[in-house]
C-alpha cells in the first residue's frame, strides 16, 4: 500500500516502532464545495447560521488499488458524506485522544501517530 497525501501541508507519522515517515503533499489539495447555512436569528445582535451542507468535492482522485488517500478531516466527512463507499480516505489524527507530537515549545502538532478514517 501507498499514500497520497491530498492536504495543503506535508504530513509525518510516527511509527510505532520510533521512525517518523514524512507524505510529502501532492498538488492540488483536496477541497470540499459546500454551501452556506441558512439564517436562524440573532443573539445580542450576533448573527446565527445553520451548519453549511457539503455539496461537492474538488481535486479528489478516484479511488485506486493499493492507494490511501489522507485529506484534511472536513474533507473526509464530507467524503463519509457523500460518498460512504469510499473505504480508501483517511486524515491525520490530530485529537487529544491520538495523541498527536507537539512541540514541547509552541505546542504546534508536528506528527500524528495515526490516520482515521471517516
Known amino acids: 500500500m501507498e499514500f497520497e497525501n491530498r492536504t495543503p501541508h ?14 510529502p ?24 447560521y445553520g451548519q453549511s451542507q457539503f455539496i461537492g468535492l474538488v481535486n479528489l482522485p478516484d479511488k485506486r488499488d493499493g492507494t490511501v488517500i489522507i485529506v484534511s478531516q472536513i474533507t473526509a466527512l464530507a ?11 483517511v486524515y491525520p489524527g490530530g485529537d487529544p485522544y491520538d495523541a498527536p507530537v507537539r512541540d514541547a515549545t ?8 495515526r490516520l482515521i478514517r471517516a
Open 10 to 23: 506535508s504530513v509525518t507519522i510516527f511509527r510505532a516502532d520510533g521512525t517518523a515517515l514524512v507524505i
Open 25 to 48: 503533499k501532492t498538488i492540488p489539495a483536496a477541497r470540499v464545495e459546500t454551501r452556506p447555512g441558512v439564517h436562524l436569528g440573532e443573539v445580542n445582535g450576533v448573527p446565527i
Open 79 to 89: 467524503v463519509s458524506a457523500l460518498h460512504p463507499e469510499r473505504d480508501d480516505v
Open 106 to 113: 509552541t505546542g504546534r502538532m508536528v506528527a500524528v501517530r
